[in-house]
Every structure is written in structure tokens, then in C-alpha cells.
């Protein structure tokens, strides 16, 4: 599959967004978008139950010696697990470095930058806005942005979907180029768009699946024009804080609190490996800015997943939920993309990925098991996403009949 991420000129990676409730068929183009509507269902179907295995010191052991071995093959400086099962224990623990320079530990307190996990922020948001009346899902990203290539045909739940067609402006070289000849430089969206439309459209709205952070630019924009607030503002006060996150934020600049993990990358302008800790993330905005910790992240992921909040009041209305986790098949075995989110295998969630971070933050509802993994490199390992290696390793262990298998295809992260 591919990564979720925010990846420069590779894209990004389909992280994974699991668990829609119907696992897509494996391979071929990506399925229509459901038909719009009003969605009579109050809440998904349940899948039938998954087997997990309780995290007992013989597994936690199998579990530790999994992780050690992805490190050292993938050469990763510093990585966090959580699992979460309910009756059937609760596992976290650091390996490795967050510091290479003064070797410092990995921590699971540490604040990390969390990639392409930040669109499933944007479109919750989005989302919400869609249970208030204020959008349609089938509204045209034209309504609301001018000057859009295919702006009048392209929906916002193609945009969420990944099926505009629009060109992938971190795949641009121009991009590239400015980004990596100074990391610390501010972008606006407006210039990330403009890197996106001097490139002709890919294909039609709606024919395929293809993955896109020009996409998320736009519902950034769309979140602003339909609240009347900037997206930090929203976020937090519509999506954070309801659901107890007070560590969890998208950044205006390069600000990132401590404690922190420094995070090592080798896209760079030499291609060699450099501290990107400090590179300023407004080139990734609403598809890929924000800053987390594990114990955030864990909070979010049956959230997303579910709709559902901690104290058990509803985010997001069922059939608007059901929408989001309608998950035609991405071109990637056993994986599926709805609105701003990926079924692989059963796992719900996203992953991300941009230069010196990646994680992965996912949900098997039928066993109701979170997975949350965090590390301080984005380096690939023979041509997969370190995260993916993790995801995978692991849930071989826990979950043997829902593995975590992300493989990896170009694909923007």
C-alpha cells in the first residue's frame, strides 16, 4: 500500500486507515464514491470479532523482540509502541535514542510530529461542519476556493476520498527544490496550490484513487471559509479538546514544545541524512502539520474510528460516520480509503509520515484494540515506510488474522 503520509516528491504513503467495515476487494480502480444522500443507518454494521492475543509477559517478550529486530534492520534512532486492549492488558514502552547527538532515551512522553495523521483532523472537522448544515459533502470545492482546475466538477468528498484528480504538489520538483534549499521558509496555502495546479489534472473527479495533499490544502481552506475561523482555532475547540487532547496542535510555524524527540531525515538537497526537527511544517498544513504524544494519539484513534468520544457523547453523527468509513478499494490489497481514512485489513486509521517523523495510529473495532507507533526517522527501508515495518511486525503478533500489511506503492505520503 502506500503511505499516508506527507512525503515530498514520493507522495504519500496510504497509511492505515483500517477498519471500514468492508474490507475492499484487493487491487483494480478505485470504486465510485457512494451516492449522496441522507443515510438512514444509525450506526455502521459490526464486523464479526477479531482474535487478539492477551499481552501476557510471554507475548510482551515476543513483542519487544519484534520491535528491537525492525529497528536495527530499518536503522531506526528511536521508536514508541502502545496497544491498548480492553480485559486483555495494556502495553507501552520506548527503544532507542531520541537524541543520536547526546544519546538521550526515547520516552513515551515525547511531543512528535505526527505527518499525514493530520488529515484525519482536517476532515473530522470537515465533517462536523457537514452535521451542522454548513457544507455538503457533494458540494463543489468551486463553491468555496477559486480557481481550482475542474473546480466545479471536483466534490469535497472526492477532495476527502482521494479522487479529485489534482496534481500532488509535494511531487512537484519546483517544491522540492524550494523546501529543501530552506527548511525553516513559511508557506502559504495559496503557494502550495499554486505548485499543484500548473500541472494539468491526472484524470477525471471521481475515476480512481490517488493520493493527494493538494486535496487536504483545499478542505484546510473550506473548514476556514465555512467556520469563519483559522483551522488551529477550530480544531482545537471542536476536535481536541473534546476529546481530551492537551497535547495535540497544529502549528502556525516551526514551533514544536518540549519535550520533543529530534527527528532524522535524508530528504534533503544533498540527499544526505540531516536533524529536521526544526524545519518549519507549513508546507503541510491541514495534510500534515500538526504535533502529538502517544497517550493523545491513543485517545484519538478509537475516536476516529468510531465517531465516538471518550466520555461516549458522539463527534460525528452516525450517518455522517458511516460516510467517512465507506472505503473503496486503493488500488493496494486488502486496504480501502474513505474520507480522510484507511481500512487495511480491518485496521482503521491513518499513518503519517513527513522528513525526520512517521507514525501510525489505528483501531480493530471488532476487538476494540488500539495500536499507536512513533519514531524519530522517515528514512525508507528497502522501499517501505519504517511505520509500516512496525505496524506490520507487531500485529502479526496480536492480531495474526488482521495483519497490518501496508505495501508499499508510489503513492504521496
Not at 514502552?93 to 495523521?117: F, H, Q, W
Not at 470545492?141 to 480557481?147: L, R, T
Not at 465555512?226 to 481536541?240: E, P, Q, T
Not at 501510525?360 to 528514512?379: C, H
Request: aromatic share 8%; glycine share 10%.
Amino acid at each position: 500500500m502506500s503511505h499516508t503520509s506527507t512525503r515530498l516528491r514520493r507522495g504519500a504513503v496510504v497509511v492505515a486507515a483500517t477498519g471500514m467495515l468492508v474490507v475492499p476487494a484487493a487491487g483494480g480502480t478505485a470504486a465510485a464514491a457512494p451516492p449522496s444522500g441522507a443515510v438512514t443507518a444509525t450506526e455502521p454494521p459490526s464486523p464479526s470479532k477479531a482474535e487478539v492475543r492477551k499481552l501476557t509477559p510471554a507475548v510482551e517478550r515476543q513483542i519487544d523482540a519484534t520491535v528491537r529486530r525492525v529497528m536495527k534492520e530499518a536503522k531506526v534512532p528511536g521508536v514508541t509502541v502502545g496497544i491498548w486492549m480492553p480485559e486483555q492488558g495494556r502495553y507501552v514502552k520506548s527503544y532507542g535514542v531520541a537524541d543520536k547527538a547526546t544519546r538521550r532515551p526515547m520516552d513515551p512522553d515525547l511531543n512528535m510530529r505526527i505527518g499525514s495523521e493530520t488529515k484525519t483532523f482536517t476532515v473530522t472537522a470537515l465533517l462536523e461542519l457537514v452535521d451542522k448544515g454548513a457544507v455538503s459533502l457533494d458540494d463543489p470545492i468551486g463553491k468555496y476556493v477559486s480557481d481550482v482546475p475542474n473546480g466545479d466538477s471536483i466534490t469535497l468528498r472526492q477532495l476527502a476520498g482521494m479522487r479529485s484528480g489534482l496534481f500532488n504538489y509535494t511531487e512537484d520538483d519546483d517544491f522540492f527544490k524550494a523546501l529543501t534549499s530552506d527548511p525553516q521558509r513559511p508557506f502559504t496555502p495559496q503557494q502550495l496550490l499554486d505548485y499543484s495546479f500548473k500541472h494539468p489534472v491526472l484524470f477525471p473527479p471521481g475515476e480512481k484513487f490517488s493520493y493527494c495533499n493538494t486535496n487536504l490544502i483545499l478542505l484546510g481552506l473550506v473548514v476556514e471559509e465555512a467556520s469563519g475561523r483559522h483551522l488551529g482555532d477550530y480544531l482545537k475547540h471542536n476536535v481536541i479538546d473534546p476529546v481530551g487532547m492537551p497535547d495535540t496542535f497544529l502549528p502556525v510555524g516551526n514551533e514544536f514544545p518540549a519535550p520533543r524527540a529530534q527527528g532524522y531525515t535524508d530528504q534533503t538537497a544533498t540527499g544526505k541524512v540531516e536533524d529536521a526537527t526544526d524545519w518549519n511544517p507549513s508546507w503541510a498544513w491541514a495534510a500534515g502539520a500538526m504535533i502529538s504524544d502517544l497517550e493523545d494519539l491513543r485517545a484519538w484513534a478509537r475516536t476516529v474510528a468510531t465517531g465516538i468520544l471518550p466520555n461516549g457523547d458522539r463527534l460525528i453523527s452516525p450517518a455522517t460516520q458511516k460516510e467517512r468509513l465507506t472505503t473503496p478499494p486503493a488500488g493496494m490489497p486488502g486496504a480501502g480509503y474513505g474520507l480522510g481514512i484507511f481500512d487495511v485489513q480491518g485496521w482503521i486509521g491513518h499513518n503519517g509520515s513527513l522528513p525526520g517523523y512517521e507514525s501510525l495510529t489505528v483501531y480493530l473495532p471488532s476487538a476494540e484494540t488500539t495500536l499507536v507507533v512513533v519514531l524519530n526517522t522517515d528514512i525508507d527501508h528497502k522501499g517501505t515506510e519504517p511505520s509500516t515495518l512496525f505496524g506490520e511486525a507487531v500485529t502479526k503478533i496480536i492480531s495474526p488474522g488482521n495483519v497490518f500489511d501496508l505495501p508499499a506503492e508510489p503513492a504521496a505520503r
